[in-house]
Each structure stands twice: as C-alpha cells, then as structure tokens.
C-alpha cells in the first residue's frame, strides 16, 4: 500500500553531506533536452552535400528536501546502516537493563516511530500573554466579573492618602525575556490561581527547563518518563517555522511521529551524590587554572542537575537524537470510506 509522508523538519544539510558520502554526489536537477539538425548544401550540379546530426543531452537535478531525504533513507536501509527500534524501545525493560547503552551508543542511525508531543517554551509565552490580554480586555468591557475578586485584595490596595487604583493596562519593565510579554491583568477567579504572577513563574520554568526552540518528545513505551528527547534546530527546513503556526496546525496531544537520526548521548546514571566542589577547587592551583579539570567539574554539576530536571538534555534513562527527518504518515483512513467505495 502507498503511504504518502508529511514533513514536519528535515536537515538538508546533514542528509547532504550522508548522501554525498554515500552515493558519491547528489543530483539537483533533471533535464532532457533532444535535437536534430538537418543541413543540405548545393553548389554545382555535379557536388551537392547532405549533413544529419542528432544526439541527446541530460542533465540531472533534484530537491534537496523530501526526494533527497528519501533517497538517502533507501541507501541506508539496504546498506544495513539504519536500524528500526520501535519495537526495542516499546518494552520497559530495555530501559532499565543497560542494553540500550550496550547495543546503541552514541552516533548509532536509528528510526523510532511512536507517540510524540512537540513543546516550545516560546509558545507558552505567547499564549499565556495571550490569555493575559484577554482577560484584561475583558474587565474593560465587563467589569462586574471583576470587581468582586479585586475588592478582596487588601482592602482594594489602600495606600497613604487613601486607595490606589490599579492600572492594568500598563506594560512591566521588560526586560528581553518571553514572560515580560505577559501584560499585569486583574484576578479572574476569587482565588489566586490565576494571575499575572503565576502565568510569568510557568513561563519562567519553562524556559528554563527546555530552552527556547521546537522539542518533540517520543513516548514509546508505558512508563511515560522514558522518552527519546529530540530538538528540532532552526534553519535546517521546518515545513512550519512558526511556533504559533506549529501548534495550530499539530496541536498539543501526543499523535504517531517517526524520526530518523543519530543516537545523540545518553542520559547520566541515576545514581551519582551531587558534587561537593572538590573537583573545581583542584583546578585552581597557586594562582593557575587547570582547564580541563575546570571543566569536568563544571560538568559534574551539569550532569547532577540533568538528574533532578533542571538542565535541557537527557534525564535519566532518556536519551537524545539528533535528527535527520521528522515526519508522519498521512492518507486516507480506510474504515471512514463509504461501504459503496
């Protein structure tokens, strides 16, 4: 059966240089182009001359996004280069018994096909501005939803001199990050579980947690913590590089995503004490700084915040893919045809 595919990302780049060293170059156009050329000359009766030419000249070129990629994915698959291991990652136990470290270390190619869920941090911080500008056009045209969650707050916000009136319409001091976009707006509700406040400290996490950029999460088995984590880097051919048009388009519920790609790394272990310093102070030594003791100290600390979720790479037993295309299969659904067709 013909199965058609939907691109959400493609790196053009690196799908290049795979093909090149694999195929010895990559064609970028296709042209065909034949001619005949007849020629007769006559000079004096007894000499005359007669001349045909023909011959036929190609010239090869093509995309550099959905043909290129799948050529590249043909010669992979029948060069046994690239491994599928949906079914690998669906059992629980291949996460935990150390044989994902074991049979695919880092650089593996691998094609992974399951549930997914994009996430951008910059979205948030749109729609939650978003959200703040309606509910405060919405006390400017119904105040009467408002005035009774407002006069619970400290005595409508008494001052010296008597009550201050709020002004919700002012921007706060920005100051170049995404929550800044999230305007000041009265509490709807009588509680306090949504306010300007609030909304900022998600934004907040948020990037923090997963720096700006598209992410797809793959969940392939039961235990929701095990993902393949993958961030889709800008310029290399988002079918949609807009994160609002993203979301429109895929929504925010996991749905069936495959991605091809390189194994990136591998989470820390689980179990490791979190670093005491000693490791930073060793590199500095009368007045000298070790380097590279410097460095695998800091990155003692980075592997210890991995573990506990506040750094943006694998937490354990995840591990990253870097990838070369992300897409969905896409057609008809059989079983919502008329029983006529």
């Not at 240089?17 to 042209?31: K, M, N, Y």
């Not at 949609?240 to 429109?248: D, G, H, K, T």
Request: hydrophobic share 35%; charged share 25%.
């Amino acid at each position: 059966m013909l199965s058609l595919r939907e691109y959400l990302y493609v790196d053009a780049d690196k799908v290049r240089s795979l093909l090149t060293q694999l195929d010895g170059g990559v064609a970028e156009e296709t042209r065909r182009t034949e001619k005949t050329i007849k020629t007769t000359t006559g000079g004096v009766k007894s000499i005359a001359s007669h001349e045909r030419n023909w011959g036929t000249e190609e010239y090869v070129q093509k995309s550099l996004a959905d043909a290129i990629y799948s050529d590249l994915e043909e010669i992979l698959e029948v060069n046994q280069l690239l491994t599928d291991v949906s079914s690998i990652l669906a059992s629980p136990e291949a996460w935990t018994n150390g044989s994902l470290q074991r049979d695919m270390p880092p650089g593996t190619l691998i094609r992974v096909t399951s549930q997914g869920s994009l996430f951008d941090a910059r979205y948030v911080g749109k729609l939650f501005a978003g959200i703040g500008s309606t509910i405060l056009g919405m006390s400017k045209i119904t105040p009467q939803l408002f005035e009774q969650s407002e006069s619970r707050k400290s005595g409508s916000q008494k001052v010296k001199g008597g009550s201050r009136q709020r002004d919700f319409s002012s921007t706060p001091d920005l100051s170049g990050q995404i929550e800044d976009e999230i305007k000041d707006f009265p509490t709807l509700t009588d509680g306090e579980d949504l306010n300007p406040e609030f909304l900022r400290a998600f934004v907040r996490i948020a990037r923090g947690v997963f720096q700006p950029g598209l992410h797809l999460s793959l969940l392939p088995c039961s235990n929701k913590s095990y993902a393949v984590n993958i961030r889709l880097q800008e310029g290399r051919r988002h079918l949609e590089s807009n994160p609002e048009m993203v979301f429109a388009r895929y929504g925010f519920s996991p749905q069936q995503w495959t991605v091809v790609g390189t194994l990136g790394c591998h989470s820390p272990g689980k179990e490791n004490a979190a670093p005491d310093g000693s490791e930073i102070a060793q590199a500095f030594i009368e007045g000298d700084i070790n380097r590279n003791k410097f460095a695998q100290g800091l990155n003692a600390y980075v592997e210890h915040f991995a573990r506990i979720g506040f750094a943006d790479v694998p937490q354990y037993p995840s591990f990253s893919l870097v990838p070369l295309a992300v897409y969905r299969t896409v057609g008809t659904n059989n079983e919502m045809l008329p029983a006529s067709l």
